[in-house]
Every structure is written in C-alpha cells, then in structure tokens.
C-alpha cells in the first residue's frame, strides 16, 4: 500500500544481493562527466518524491522507474534496464529496492545509489512503523465499529493496488517480451508452471528451475542462424 515496504520486504538484509546489478549499473555512471555533486542532486530530487507516491509493489514501482528513468531522464537505455531487473529478479531480496539503487548508481555511483536507496525506503519504513504502533496501542481501546472502519478502509486499498500492478505487469511484459515467439513461449510456460506450484517451498526451486530452463532455451535460440537477427540488438 505504501510506497515502501518496511523495509522492501527485507531490503536491510540484501546488501549482497544488489552487488550485481552494483555493478552492471556502475558503468554508466562512470562515463558521464555531469560533476558527481550535481548528479547525487539529480538522484536526490527524483527519488525524494517517489517516497510519497510509489504505491502498488514491486511490478508497479519497476513500471515507474522505466518510465522517469529510461524514458524521460535518459539515465539507461531500455536493454540495460531490463538486464538490471533481470538480475533483481533472478535474485533473493526485494527487486523494487534493488532497481532503485540500481537506478541511483547508474546515474552517480555507489553514493547515488546509496542516496536512492535510502530516500525511496525511509517514508514507508517511518509510515508503517507509526501506524503499526499507533493500532498497537488504540486497538485495545477502540471500539467495534472503529475497528471494522479501519478493515473497509484497508479492503479497499486492495483492488486499487492489484489495478496499478496489473498495469505495470502488461507495460512491462511489453518490454521484456515483445513478440518474440521464444519469450512468449517462455513468458507462457512459466505463468503456467507457476499456476501450478502449490507451495512456495516448492515455489522457490520452481522458480530457480524456471529461470535455468529460460537461460539455457536462449543460449541454444541464439546460436541459431535463423534467429540472429532477433539477438543481434543485444549485442
């Protein structure tokens, strides 16, 4: 519901998690010569509103960052991006977080990403621990209706935030997938698998499986003559 979870569904803990797109981003930064205080200025200013504003998860919060980052601010191109959500996806920890300091390291090195790191999580970390407290101690007191108030109000944050996630979710299938018949394939396949996992135990090795199983249908796709040109943009 709010623009971060507290704090990124774990994002304390994922510092080794974000070495990677670390440093696939870095290499941007390190070739701009816009001076570094000006860029953590730059880095600063688009991160601070997105704080208050960047509602809907994880998939939304993605569909952002494509948007003011790659599409307006011309921080990445489009094929880095993706690379970059790629292996957030592919690793533990929220993506969401590690696509923001992504973001920010591409623009101003490791203290950019820092700065967005810090300035997209602190408002949703300070707003859930203030109303996680506040109905710790009203609840007791509160009354019936009070309490079911509160539920309806939560309830219907609900198809909002699944509106916003399923728009992201469309805009950036859009990208990632295109209509390229192989990752459609892909894309298809692993919805279904997905379907099917009754369990997030099983989730997690079906997820790992899932993304091994991609990895090595495009490694074998690309070598194909036939297919070059599809791979050729990537290069």
């Known amino acids: ?69 790659v599409e307006k601010k011309e921080w990445l191109d489009e094929q880095r991006f993706l690379e970059l959500m790629s292996l957030g996806q592919a690793m533990p920890g929220p993506t969401s977080t590690q696509m923001a300091t992504a973001m920010g390291i591409a623009r101003a090195g490791v203290l950019g990403g820092m700065t967005s790191f810090w300035l997209f999580d602190w408002v949703g970390f300070a707003i859930q621990l203030g109303v996680g407290t506040a109905i710790h101690f009203w609840a007791e007191g509160a009354s019936r ?10 309830f219907g944050t609900g198809p909002a935030a699944i509106a916003l996630v399923f728009i992201a979710a469309y805009t950036l299938g859009l990208k990632a997938v295109g209509d390229d018949p192989i990752k459609v394939g892909l894309a298809l396949t692993t919805c279904t698998v997905a379907l099917l996992v009754d369990s997030a135990r099983n989730g997690a090795f079906v997820f790992l499986a899932s993304m091994l199983a991609g990895g090595i249908v495009t490694v074998v796709d690309s070598r194909r003559e036939s297919r070059s040109e599809a791979y050729a943009k990537v290069k």
């Open 1 to 69: 519901m709010f623009a971060a979870e507290a704090p990124r569904d774990g994002a304390v803990a994922e510092g080794g998690s974000t070495c990677e797109s670390t440093r696939a981003a870095a290499s941007t930064a390190s070739t701009d010569s816009t001076p570094l205080s000006v860029r953590l200025r730059e880095v600063a200013r688009a991160f601070l509103p997105m704080g208050f504003t960047a509602f809907g998860g994880p998939q939304a919060h993605i569909a952002l960052f494509l948007k003011e980052f």
């Open 145 to 154: 209706q009070d309490l079911n108030t509160f539920k309806m109000i939560i």
